[in-house]
């Protein structure tokens, strides 16, 4: 099953007998055919389904130059190597990103025993050096750490870091521009160890934590973003930011409906529960080791699906 309208190349295989509607086109493979390959080859040439595609509202290929397609094929048992190769590849890339998956909630539902739920002073769970440590304390952000620390003059040139750039914390970019064209909301000039925190759609949690400068150039954030300089740990209010309990405190304190934000006032009067020093260290430690596996395991389905990728070139022949 093919997706030909709108978005063009997505491709599937029936698992039963269905229907689909006018945005699809069918291919029923001959006996004589592998289905899979032909699964596989459709995936690998989605380009030439878009090349081929045709409409000014929106991109449509039909039936009749579906069937116009040249293709070039091995013999059924080539096609049956070919794709049970790729398959292969295919389960080991879904273990992998069901490893990730479950990396990930493990962190949740521990974050959610970490740090205190609403309306409680103690978490539910509690490091053993820690326990019966008494009650944490319930402080304003600002009183934790410094929000949106005067800037001096921008350098020359610096990495931009706007509302795209950052992914589950994660720098996706490095926009490097100077200040004669930075825009406007360039203003958040960091220092290492600065978090900033996203303030339109903050449920995204799109917040990063700067602690490598791995460039001659500083770092400058947009205004979309609060900056926080904390006063204690960094990484133990990093964590805390992006636990459940603090972003539906935001959340109810944001305006707009399908961009909510908070502004940097109302933001800087959440309620962030802060243990001891060396508690904040401790679970800061574990939760940062947890993000350590799960950025390990990202980048590993990453390299398989670049190596499928690659191997898929090199199984296909060209089609020119």
């Not at 992914?167 to 490095?174: E, F, T, Y």
């Amino acid at each position: 099953m093919i997706t030909t309208r709108a978005t063009i190349g997505d491709v599937g295989i029936a698992g039963c007998e269905c229907s689909t509607n006018q945005g699809f086109q069918s291919l029923v493979v001959n006996d004589s055919e592998s289905n899979v390959f032909w699964y596989y080859w459709v995936i690998h040439h989605n380009k030439l389904l878009v090349q081929k595609s045709s409409g000014s509202t929106f991109q449509e290929i039909g039936k009749v130059e579906i069937k116009k397609i040249a293709v070039i094929k091995p013999l059924k048992k080539e096609q049956k190597k070919i794709a049970s190769c790729l398959s292969s590849l295919d389960e080991l890339i879904t273990a992998e990103s069901n490893r990730l998956e479950a990396l990930k909630a493990h962190k949740k539902g521990l974050m959610q025993q970490l740090f205190p739920a609403e309306g409680e002073t103690v978490p539910k769970l509690r490091f053993k050096e820690f326990e019966g440590s008494g009650e944490w304390v319930e402080l304003p952000l600002n009183g934790v750490c410094e929000v949106n620390p005067s800037t001096e003059e921008l350098p020359d040139k610096f990495i931009y870091i706007d509302l795209e750039a950052v992914k589950a914390g994660v720098l996706q970019q490095k926009k490097i521009i100077t200040r004669s064209e930075a825009p406007s909301r360039a203003q958040r000039l960091l220092n290492l160890g600065d978090i900033i925190f996203q303030t339109v759609r903050p449920y995204q949690k799109n917040n990063y934590h700067y602690l490598i400068q791995d460039s001659e150039l500083e770092a400058v954030a947009s205004t979309g973003y609060a900056q926080l300089r904390a006063f204690q740990s960094a990484t133990y209010l990093f964590q805390y930011l992006l636990s459940d309990i603090f972003v539906q405190r935001v959340l109810i304190k944001s305006t707009g409906t399908n961009y909510p934000a908070i502004n940097s006032s109302d933001l800087s009067q959440m309620v962030v529960a802060i243990p001891s020093i060396d508690e904040q260290q401790k679970i800061a430690t574990c939760l940062s080791s947890l993000d350590e596996l799960i950025s390990a395991q990202a980048a590993k389905i990453d390299g398989l699906k670049e190596h499928k990728k690659g191997l898929m070139q090199g199984l296909f022949p060209r089609m020119n």
